[in-house]
């Protein structure tokens, strides 16, 4: 039913010929750049807040990050960077589901995900595969 484990891991080793968009489930760091203004655009998308699912996940997903072993080695933050998480991405019946947390400098906290945002303002940073742990 697309529901994800409460154990979890952000893991950042992943084999560098590896499309992190070919996981099923994977994390991307991204950080805001002052300088960049670029103009992406694009269609809309059916919203995954709608998907019955989202919320658990979301709770779930934002819960596991503001422990101190959510990632599988320690991160350098920045008040205001943004992680994007996808989940069930290598579905064919179903859509992935998207979910956008802002670090405030202290938790995580989840936010709206806009994905035109996240290419016009900031940069990558890092990546993963989130894995789920026994």
Aim: aromatic share 10%; with cysteine; hydrophobic share 35%.
């Amino acid at each position: 039913m697309c529901i994800i484990s409460d154990k979890i891991k952000f893991c950042t080793c992943v084999d560098a010929d590896i499309d992190i968009e070919e996981l099923n489930h994977y994390w991307v760091l991204h950080r805001y750049n002052k300088d960049k203004n670029e103009n992406v655009m694009g269609s809309p998308v059916l919203p995954g807040h709608l998907h019955p699912m989202f919320e658990i996940n979301a709770e779930l997903l934002v819960g596991t990050l503001n422990t101190p072993e959510a990632f599988d080695k320690n991160i350098e933050l920045e008040r205001g960077d943004t992680l994007e998480v996808v989940l069930f991405n290598n579905q064919t019946d179903k859509e992935p589901l998207y979910y956008n947390f802002r670090y405030t400098g202290k938790i995580w906290k989840s936010i709206e995900p806009d994905s035109f945002d996240l290419m016009n303002r900031f940069d990558e940073l890092s990546a993963g595969e989130i894995k789920e742990m026994d």
